[in-house]
């Protein structure tokens, strides 16, 4: 039986080596991919290389009550006493993919000196950034991953709704209101507001005040309390509320708190030969999002 490297030359091989070194590195350290989850947009990526190729990772979890009740005796002069910590366990998913290129798309590059083409080697970093901002959102029940939507995080209603339907000093009345109530504990530090992308371009294209829209006077009064400092519009957010009613997400930016645990990044492995082909195989691994201090984030239904 011929061996699957002698249907390619030494030259041929190294010319298609040299090109996906250069393609991987490209596709590898993409810092922007288009889904906002993914690239860290709404929560934090957390590399966990102790995780790496475990099945399940453990992490000390904040009771989601008494942490904030706790602190919040302290900060008051207190000195209640308890255990504010329970080890949690979360399970950890391989995403695997390939592509090729036969033989003889290698040697008509090689013999034109242009590069390989790159759409399948793109494809496999779309298929993962796309799992992680899907899963990120509504977890994967049969992985037993967590989503932000099936995390113990609190919710509430809104009686307000982010259309023309309300005046702008409603609009901001009401997004103050949620912001004040997650706030309220003592403990929550608010960051991020996200929200669907058309409740976010209403925010920000009608001018009511003057030269300033309702997102940039709802930004300014916040940073001034030290609280919400971005606004996002991700359409991830539509129709998840009761009824298929939109909701809003009011966030921490703490690494420590809410984030998107990542145990091994997207990682091209090297090409190998497999008949006439030549094949890349990528691998990535995925825990879920990590919610340690649930009292510190909201879903606000119904905007």
């Not at 899907?134 to 099936?150: K, R, S």
């Not at 209101?177 to 992308?197: I, R």
């Not at 809003?248 to 708190?257: A, F, H, R, S, T």
Request: net charge neutral.
């Amino acid at each position: 039986m011929t061996s699957p490297t002698s249907h390619f030359d030494a030259e041929t091989l190294l010319f298609a080596e040299k090109d996906l070194l250069a393609k991987s590195s490209k596709i590898y350290r993409r810092k922007n991919p288009p889904l906002k989850l993914a690239n860290g947009q709404i929560l934090p990526l957390v590399i966990i290389p102790e995780a790496e190729w475990k099945d399940i990772y453990e992490v000390r979890e904040f009771d989601s009550i008494g942490i904030n009740c706790i602190i919040s005796d302290y900060a008051k002069g207190g000195n209640r006493v308890g255990t504010v910590t329970r080890t949690a366990q979360y399970k950890i998913k391989t995403h695997g993919s390939f592509c090729g290129w036969s033989w003889e798309e290698v040697n008509k590059a090689r013999a034109s000196n242009r590069a390989l083409e790159s759409e399948g080697l793109e494809a496999t970093r779309t298929a993962y950034d796309k799992y992680i901002n899907f899963t990120g959102y509504n977890g994967d029940e049969a992985a037993g991953l967590p989503g932000i939507f099936n995390t113990p995080i609190q919710r509430r209603s809104s009686s307000v709704q982010i259309n023309g339907n309300f005046t702008p000093d409603q609009i901001i009345g009401m997004l103050n209101d949620h912001v004040s109530f997650l706030s309220s504990n003592e403990v929550a530090l608010p960051k991020k507001l996200v929200l669907p992308t058309d409740k976010y371009n209403y925010l920000f294209n009608p001018r009511p005040y003057g030269d300033k829209t309702i997102g940039q006077m709802f930004l300014e009064n916040q940073r001034e309390l030290g609280y919400i400092e971005s606004i996002i519009g991700d359409n991830n957010l539509r129709g998840k509320g009761t009824n298929g009613t939109d909701v809003m997400l009011i966030l921490p930016d703490n690494p420590e708190e809410f984030y998107v645990a990542i145990a091994k990044p997207y990682t091209i492995l090297p090409p190998q030969t497999v008949n006439l082909e030549i094949i890349v195989h990528t691998v990535g691994r995925f825990g879920g999002v990590h919610c340690l201090k649930p009292l510190n984030s909201m879903i606000v239904e119904n905007i």
